[in-house]
């Protein structure tokens, strides 16, 4: 199994996200007073400057905003995962991840902007929260 | 040009020259260039009253610098925003100077990144420090501060049609410049580059792919090196040894990875507006953009972002050898050699500032005729993530 970093705790603003991924659920928040989409988590809307921000689980379908292929990483934590492609995830539901694209033969060739693709969350060695990563529908 | 203020200017510079230098520290590789771009400017370490810092290396800060140099400021500011931290620190010295709370600022920066063999570049995602919100929602993803960039160079090709020749012509302009400086050919050399001399765009296209679409002859070194460079009242700059470069327009800006925003756009394209209006006067007019080349997308977004042509037009802009210091199109670009191939311990922005005095001084190894008007605009941070930009724009007499 991959070894990534693992999130770290305590850190309030991204452990519910954290946990969700434990449950397979991709979650992001959602202001109740003016409806606007937050993400990164925090704990303050970044619309309105109201509070009471509620979370919400996303489909987790989304398009390929844009993407780059790793080819040397001095991290020992990714160097198995030969060349591998960070991307800006577009979610429907209208907020913007960084995740990874995985699941095809060739990263440098494969991906593309634009491209529609699903939430998986791959289990680590490196400790009990899986990463949501992404591949092609 | 008549309403410009001239309230402030940049009366002394040093540049340390060595990129490799063992055995320095980053306090003393500051202190050093301190004490020497105080002598260029004839003003003494006693006439300091402000210090700005950007508490790297084992500094401690203004508070840090302050005690080092013996001196009792009456500003301090410690702002530290990443590689524009230095335009940040020079707007808020001619805010300062202007409010009469300071006569005669430092700034000054120092670094043994390539010493003590940081992976600046390659190292991102460690999921290493104390715990916080964003490191949390980016480390596991293995994104290395290359590929963040990278991922502005793909959606900007994908935009706009903007080719990988297109960027190299950034590296090859300014490989360029850096052969007719000796202190990058000199840094290139103990940085154990394979090849000195000038490339051809070819060459850029040739070398080994860092993080897609990102060569390698696109990104910048890493080295040691650092600076200083003391900024006068206009009262003080009257007994400094050489020419006045003023302060004529400052602007400070910050940007993100936002929901649903426009990846192409850097924080320039909100901190130019503000430095041109101040200074009064049009891109068009710049005889020199020194902009922070950490990689060539850097420079081409920022370009756009700064008003110098419309965004998504870069590749057209860049043709002709525009960006050569003996071109007849303006501006010339990097004229020191750049990150790319001559200075880039960390935190460029400082050099940006160096080399346009030197330009308006008439100094450069690569002189633009008759230059007059500069900008230095840095940037800070992740260009595809969250930095700041700082725009400085500087006059001559």
């Known amino acids: 199994m991959p070894n990534r970093p693992q999130p770290r705790f305590p850190e309030p603003n991204s452990q519910p996200f954290w946990e969700g991924a434990k449950r397979g659920e991709l979650l992001y928040q959602q202001c109740n007073s003016c409806s606007g989409v937050v993400f990164y988590p925090r704990l303050i809307c970044t619309h309105c400057g109201g509070l009471d921000l509620a979370w919400k689980q996303s489909q987790g379908e989304g398009t390929v905003y844009t993407y780059s292929v790793v080819r040397q990483n001095r991290n020992p934590a990714f160097s198995d995962l030969g060349a591998y ?7 429907d539901e209208g907020f913007r991840m960084m995740s990874n694209v995985v699941g095809v033969a060739d ?22 929260y899986p990463v949501p990563v992404f591949r092609p529908i | ?175 360029l410049h850096a052969t007719r400086n000796p202190e990058a050919v000199r840094a290139m050399q103990d940085l154990q580059f394979m090849a000195t001399g000038e490339i051809t765009v070819q060459d850029v296209l040739d070398s080994r792919v860092i993080a897609d679409p ?3 002859l696109e990104c910048c070194m ?23 470069v003023w302060i004529i327009g400052t602007g400070e800006a910050t940007k993100y990875r936002e929901n649903g925003g426009d990846i192409t756009v850097s924080a320039g394209a909100q901190s130019a507006p503000i430095a041109f209006g101040e200074a009064q006067v049009r891109p068009e007019e710049l005889d020199l953009a020194m902009i922070y080349d950490s990689f060539t997308i850097t420079v081409a977004t920022i370009l756009e972002d700064l008003g110098f042509c419309k965004k998504g037009d870069y590749k057209d802009f860049a043709k002709n050898n525009r960006f050569r210091f003996d071109s007849a199109l303006k501006p010339a670009l990097n004229t020191d050699g750049g990150g790319l191939s001559s200075n880039h311990p960390g935190m460029r922005g400082l050099f940006l500032l160096l080399e346009s005095v030197r330009q308006l001084r008439g100094e450069s190894t690569s002189q633009v005729a008759n230059a007059q008007l500069a900008i230095a605009h840095g940037n800070g941070g992740f260009l595809g993530g969250n930095h700041t930009g700082g725009s400085i724009i500087l006059a001559r007499d």
């Open chain 1, 85 to 91: 492609a960070v991307a800006y995830i577009d979610l």
């Open chain 1, 107 to 128: 990263p440098t060739k494969d991906i593309a902007i634009g491209q529609r693709v699903r939430v998986e969350f791959e289990k680590q060695d490196s400790g009990d």
């Open chain 2, 214 to 216: 990102l060569h390698l």
């Open chain 2, 1 to 175: 040009m008549a309403n410009q203020a001239r309230d402030a200017a940049i009366v002394g510079i040093h540049e340390y020259p060595l990129r490799v230098a063992p055995g320095r520290s980053a306090m003393q590789i500051k202190a050093e260039s301190i004490s020497k771009a105080l002598e260029d400017s004839g003003l003494k370490l006693t006439d300091v009253d402000a210090i700005y810092d950007t508490n790297e290396g084992e500094g401690g800060g203004g508070l840090g610098m302050a005690h080092y140099l013996n001196l009792k400021p009456t500003v301090i500011d410690t702002t530290q925003v990443g590689g524009s931290s230095y335009e940040f620190q020079t707007a808020h010295a001619l805010r300062d100077i202007r409010a009469g709370k300071a006569n005669v600022a430092i700034l000054s920066y120092g670094s043994v990144a390539a010493s003590n063999r940081t992976p600046i570049g390659t190292g991102g995602g460690t999921g290493m420090g104390a715990p916080n919100w964003q490191g949390n929602m980016e480390d596991p993803f293995g994104q290395t501060l290359i590929a963040n960039y990278a991922m502005v160079a793909h959606r900007h090709m994908h935009q706009y049609g903007t080719r990988a020749e297109d960027l190299a012509e950034i590296s090859v302009s300014t490989r």
């Open chain 2, 222 to 244: 890493v080295s040691d090196g650092g600076g200083a460079l003391v900024i006068a009242s206009a009262a003080a700059a009257r007994g400094a040894k050489k020419k006045p």
